[in-house]
């Protein structure tokens, strides 16, 4: 069965990218612009899987981290955070909200498909 992983960002070029990247690895894709539009599409679509950038309007990947690791029904979905803040202390903050784990912008391509790959395979 095909895995849904939904991208959140609010940059249209950095959707469009991981977008063609992750149908290119065989994934149903769902996007966000924003944090609420993610916790929407979350609640109503049971994503697999949750590319996060940190910085959105209305509710910042942080946000969306730890409000689906409030929700039962989600606490088992893998959660990447995609971002440009680098430093020690977001990570520590990415990893404390929930997420299972962090890329900082820029990133390979490569190294994102197996980061999602090995996130799926370990949550199955």
């Known amino acids: 069965m095909t895995k849904t992983v939904l991208i959140a960002d609010d940059e249209p ?12 690895e065989g994934y149903r894709v ?6 609420q539009e993610a916790c929407d599409l979350i609640a ?6 949750v590319l996060l950038d940190v910085m959105m309007p209305k509710k910042t990947g942080f946000e969306v981290c730890h409000a689906i ?19 020690d202390t977001d990570v520590a903050k990415g990893l404390a909200m929930g997420a ?4 900082i912008k820029p990133f390979s391509t490569k190294e994102l498909a ?6 799926l395979e370990s949550a199955a």
Do not use: C
């Not at 769902?30 to 944090?35: C, I, M, N, S, T």
């Not at 197996?114 to 996130?119: A, N, S």
């Open 13 to 24: 070029n950095i959707l469009i990218s991981l977008e063609y990247l992750m149908k290119r």
């Open 30 to 35: 769902l996007l966000a612009h924003d944090g």
């Open 44 to 49: 109503s679509e049971h994503p697999d899987m």
């Open 69 to 87: 690791r409030a929700d039962e029904t989600f606490k088992a979905m893998p959660i990447l955070l995609l971002t440009a803040k680098g430093r």
């Open 100 to 103: 299972n784990d962090y890329m």
């Open 114 to 119: 197996q980061k999602v790959r090995e996130l």
